[in-house]
């Protein structure tokens, strides 16, 4: 029995010699990287249970589809997966329902993403128990729709700015929902164009002349028969964007528009009949969602790069293309260092990501608890990491996917290697749920107060203790990755500091803090990433250590070793500058990296075989587990739309300039 | 009379004030970026012309039409377009054609794209005189619809693995054409799709069982009235891609399908009746066209770039977002240092491409003069050149597209910003014309053969004599830039010599040249790139001695210096690695980035609107002159398809699930 277990006749030959070259079990790696026997098991078995159902497929490639018909489509199959799940699934599980939706729905979205992701878990953490009873199952049920209204035409990352005004009106006992500007037409919520009914909308609470600042109110937005918009509301579709085009994102405006008073959300705050306000008791407690939210997406995105790299590398198995030697027979393009130099480290990422992903969700659980025993510590620590994090990691995963793609070369630009939809998937995270750029700005403004108790000899958190170190000696530690971090340590440290102490310098000539911070505020986005960087790397690197089997083990630190050495020469700049590094020392990274490309070479496809992703999942033609590229592509191009008869533009405009009749 | 010639009453105000900051005259500088008076000219007479011919716009925005729909559309202004040209343009001019289809097309193609670039162009210079005269005129006409069919679904970049064959029938004085296997199948031309009524096809040439390699032949694939594929041919639509969807790029396959002898393109080789064979004059002369098409290359990602830089800089002088201090007024996100750095370089970037592009073009010209003069002292030069030139500017300036898009926040991932479809049509481009790793590669081993003559004392010519050159002697030059561009010579030559000092290594060891060459690919990209980064900064930084006006040099200046500081940065461990530079010297190229950013901030949008694109060729909400982005998001969003009642989803899946009826 070879070690993959991917193996089947009939496929490829390159694939097959491939895939005899494993020196691991993929069982075993598929298990880890599943993080656990039990977690396959259960993909496996929703899985196969999705197979059984064919009301839950694609009748042909979304690709060819038009907008309209791409989200009829994911409709219909969300139709039938509400209908059907709870026979295979524990819809309570969160990893089982984000791994059914990306099997049936792919990675473009559909009109309910919002709602599942965003609306009812709103109501399940912000509605009363009087509001739970009378909203949620209905929700549940699909029987109202609804989705997260916050952001506005004028207003994104900046919450403060918002405009939308929820008034109390005393004598009714209602709120009046009003639009005051253009720019405070809500914008971009998913489901909002077309699909819902409800919203929790994010709007200012007024009583009496008073702003009490952004509260949650559940409120109806078309009616649920007709699905016409109810008086006093405009809503529609927003227009296609450069991808998750399954999802309508939709403009909402209201003018004095009444709900009932009940419809605020009240599990935290409370109006009561009388208008007298009730502050929520922790004001940090929205914080978890969005907690929760951000490791969430960092799982997605790690997935998504997963996808990309099972695809990239075994058409890289397939594709020959070039001589190494003139004469000689074309090469598997995965035989090219460069090809590996540009999948290999995104393979790597992968297992960080979903490493870092683990890592944040077991300490959001933690925190979450401490916040319910009133404990808070945490939070400021973990908020700024999850920053962080959303940032680095979306925005490489988005890099690694589009050089995936590029690896492929001209198919890798077609739809057929579901590789655009995976990169403007991805890439759009690097914007929704807080601007990166706004993202590692926050987190800079933590390391500045973690950077100033350091100067004033304060204790830090472990999360930044490292700012307290010393840069001018490497680590002699016995571990392995011991020195490799210490390198980390040292940029994250000197980024840090460096930032800093220009921001102090102008401070000392008389700027004031938010301006001298501004002012250097790309040092310090730098610095973020650095710290953000760190954290990864000392979490992927701990991993290992987990790991039990032999074969798997040293596979995983190669992988550990080629993210540690790949990322440090990213940054090698801040290794050499003050002379902590010689150049001897970078050539010996340097020289790393291209060793570990070649220990993961003959692994390479045995690897992403065992990420167990099936071909229906996919969706990639490049990325068929039998290999079989060609023949399929010529298949999937058939089904072009373009291949009908009487095109207009052809008879219309073409026929008649060509016409010799 | 303000010196932003771009104000109009009513525009946004904060637009406005920002047109008021010029401190040099648009026109001066919109003449030095459209290469002198008499070409702006032109160019704007050209645009007035469009403006009066209504026919030539689109009635609704592109991106709200499906795949179909939108080749409808540039069909129909194609043919009026057409019809009408040569009224108000010099069809022979190349320029002129460049601008009006970008002005009437966009940047999503149209199916008779490569019929332009490539088809006519081919006739041209690879027809023979009575062939020129039996199908030129048509062409040019489009009563034949041609298009350039080489790549094949198996063999990209390396020609020489292409399969199909046209074997020479004697009997008939005809020649057989054939595609062997499925992977010989003809894949990725524009038109051929579904437009096309003939190719120009490029096969193996056989003839009595000898292959005389490739060879271009004049093949009809359509009947011109029905548009029915001739017999013996299989061609249709390759689908849906990442961009550039308006082009219908094709497969075609033939099962010995015949063409009479005369329709091998016989300007260079020739095929009797007797079936002897005249080879070429000069065998190189087919390098000249991939040179021509890769300049024109590198100037239309210099316009995709200044368009993106268009949008996206204008739209962050209207966007007002967070406060850099608590409590006071929201600031236009251009204010922010980190939003600079992100659109800075890349404004930067636009110049040195165009610069790039009019050298490389001049060079061309001039080889080609000499190619007919016998002289190829220069084309191994010049080609490996452009091989680097079409890596690096693609690659730099979709990625700089890209950023200019994120830096748009949520707007830019919507295709109201146009940004999405600028991304697309420039990142498609690092693949097609030569996959920008390959092109690297060729460039390296042009560098190789550089390096191995400067080891042995050889003269070098004029584009690698650096490579001769001290890396230890910082230029003392008067010249403002001279110490910067010593700093690119520094850069380029210890990548160049690394690599080819690891590689004789290697040789040394008992491995053969190809296999040490490619043992060490990944150096010799990072060395090509070094190459032809020195190459834009040296023609850039002399560019800017050729500009008489004092403001627009100051400007310009500045430019420079961001750029040549920018891109050294982006390489800095290479400076820093032997202690070539110091940590201080670093950090002043670091402070020069910042204090260029500073200087460019209050012209940033006078030099964008220099660029002189109207709001017809943005095709962008969010870059519109007048500055009034939210209002027209509004109105774009209303067109939005998805906004028609009874949508399918909602009646047959949504509506059963919400109804309480």
Not at 4 to 32: P, S
Not at 68 to 80: P, Y
Not at 322 to 335: C, F, H, P, S, Y
């Amino acid at each position: 029995m070879p070690l993959n277990k991917y193996i089947q006749d009939g496929d490829n030959q390159d694939l097959t010699n491939e895939r005899f070259k494993a020196t691991f079990d993929t069982e075993h790696l598929a298990t880890v990287y599943h993080g656990g026997e039990e977690k396959l098991k259960k993909l496996r078995h929703i899985r196969n249970e999705i197979t059984k159902r064919g009301h839950l497929f694609d009748s042909i490639p979304s690709a060819h589809r038009t907008r309209a018909e791409k989200i009829e489509d994911v409709s219909r199959k969300l139709k039938n997966l509400m209908e059907t799940v709870s026979d295979f699934a524990d819809v309570t599980d969160n990893l089982d329902m984000v791994a059914i939706i990306r099997d049936v729905m792919g990675v473009d979205g559909f009109p309910l993403a919002l709602h599942t992701l965003m609306f009812v878990p709103t109501l399940q953490n912000q509605a009363d128990d009087e509001q739970i009873e009378e909203w949620l199952m209905e929700a549940i049920q699909g029987k109202i729709i609804g989705t997260y209204a916050q952001t506005e035409l004028g207003h994104g990352t900046n919450l403060s700015a918002i405009e939308t005004t929820a008034t109390f009106d005393k004598s009714t006992d209602e709120f009046v929902i009003h639009t005051p500007t253009t720019t405070a037409t809500k914008w971009w919520p998913g489901g909002l164009g077309t699909s819902c009914t409800h919203v929790v909308l994010v709007a200012n609470l007024i009583i009496d002349l008073k702003n009490y600042g952004l509260h949650p109110f559940f409120v109806p937005i078309r009616d649920r028969n007709t699905y016409l918009p109810l008086s006093g509301i405009s809503v529609g579709d927003i227009g296609s964007k450069m991808g998750v085009n399954c999802v309508d994102n939709g403009f909402l405006a209201f003018v004095n528009y009444r709900i009932p008073r009940r419809n605020m959300l009240m599990k935290h705050s409370k109006v009561s009949k009388d208008g007298s306000y009730t502050a929520p008791p922790h004001p940090k407690a929205a914080y978890t969602t969005m907690l929760y939210v951000r490791s969430e997406l960092i799982l997605h995105q790690s997935c998504y790069l997963a996808m990309a790299m099972a695809i990239s590398i075994r058409y890289s198995a397939v594709r020959r293309q070039g001589e190494i030697k003139a004469g000689t027979q074309e090469v598997q393009i995965l035989d090219y260092q460069t090809q590996q130099y540009r999948l290999f480290p995104g393979l790597a990422r992968v297992f960080a990501y979903v490493t870092a992903a683990a890592t944040v969700s077991a300490m959001t659980e933690s925190c979450i608890k401490d916040l319910s025993h009133g404990n808070s510590d945490v939070l400021a620590d973990l908020h700024a990491l999850s920053c962080g994090l959303k940032a680095v990691v979306t925005h490489q995963a988005s890099q690694s996917i589009d050089q995936a793609r590029q690896a492929c070369g001209g198919h890798g630009y077609s739809d057929a290697s579901y590789l655009p939809s995976l990169y403007t998937s991805s890439v759009g995270a690097c914007t929704y749920e807080g601007e990166n750029m706004v993202m590692l700005l926050q987190l800079a403004r933590y390391l500045m107060k973690a950077a100033t108790k350091k100067d004033e000899g304060a204790a830090l958190t472990p999360l930044v203790a490292y700012l307290g170190g010393k840069s001018d000696q490497i680590s002699t530690g016995n571990d392995k990755f011991a020195k490799l971090l210490s390198h980390f340590e040292h940029i994250a440290r000197r980024r840090v500091m460096h930032a800093y102490r220009q921001m102090i310098e102008e401070e000392q000539h008389g700027v004031e803090r938010d301006y001298a911070f501004a002012n250097h505020s790309v040092d310090w986005a730098k610095a973020a990433r650095a710290h953000t960087k760190l954290f990864i790397a000392n979490g992927f690197a701990a991993r290992v250590q987990t790991i039990s089997d032999d074969a798997v083990r040293d596979v995983f630190t190669t992988l550990v070793e080629l993210y540690l050495c790949y990322e440090l020469m990213e940054m090698a700049a801040d290794l050499t500058a003050d002379g902590y590094l010689s150049e001897a020392d970078v050539q010996q990274l340097r020289v790393q990296i291209y060793e570990s490309l070649k220990k993961i070479r003959p692994n390479a496809v045995s690897i992403v075989d065992s990420f167990d992703l099936c071909d229906r999942e996919l969706r990639s033609v490049l990325g068929r587990r039998d290999g079989h590229v060609y023949e399929n592509l010529y298949k999937w191009a058939q089904l072009s739309p373009l291949n009908q008869k009487n095109l207009p533009h052809v008879e219309k405009y073409l026929k008649p300039m060509t016409s010799k009749l």
